[in-house]
């Protein structure tokens, strides 16, 4: 059974910087893929930025583009979010979650091509 647990969330002030960690345990595949997504009250959860294990990042949303940076560290099962230059609009609980095994032909931003999930860190960016 996978787990994913995230840490680093936390109150800035726009324009400036966070970096979200996801660890997950209990991998059985040697492919897999990940991704960041968000959600706000109200809203339906979002994709943020996905990669897959051979470290190729296959999406970010055009609202994060050029800002967030997703990353892996296979060797500590880790995955990444580098927000920068965060926005009050960045706001949101931010979730970690692993596709295992991974389709060759998936979806990065759908939130139903993952099966695990973490239990979610809250972004605050205030103005």
């Known amino acids: 059974q996978v787990q994913l647990v995230e840490s680093g969330g936390g109150s800035v002030q726009a324009g400036g910087s966070l970096r979200l960690s996801c660890v997950g345990y209990?991998?059985?595949?040697?492919?897999?893929?990940m991704g960041w997504f968000r959600q706000t009250p109200g809203k339906e959860r979002e994709g943020v930025a996905s990669i897959r294990s051979g470290g190729d990042v296959t999406y970010y949303a055009d609202s994060v583009k050029g800002r967030f940076t997703i990353s892996q560290d296979n060797v500590k099962r880790s995955l990444y979010l580098q927000m920068n230059s965060l926005k009050p609009e960045d706001t949101a609980m931010y979730y970690c979650?692993?596709?295992?095994?991974?389709?060759?032909?998936?979806?990065?931003?759908?939130?139903?091509?993952?099966?695990?999930w973490g239990q979610g860190t809250q972004v605050t960016v205030s103005s």
């Open positions: 209990g991998y059985t595949y040697s492919r897999y893929c």
């Open positions: 979650a692993a596709a295992q095994p991974c389709r060759s032909g998936y979806h990065p931003e759908d939130r139903d091509e993952y099966g695990y």
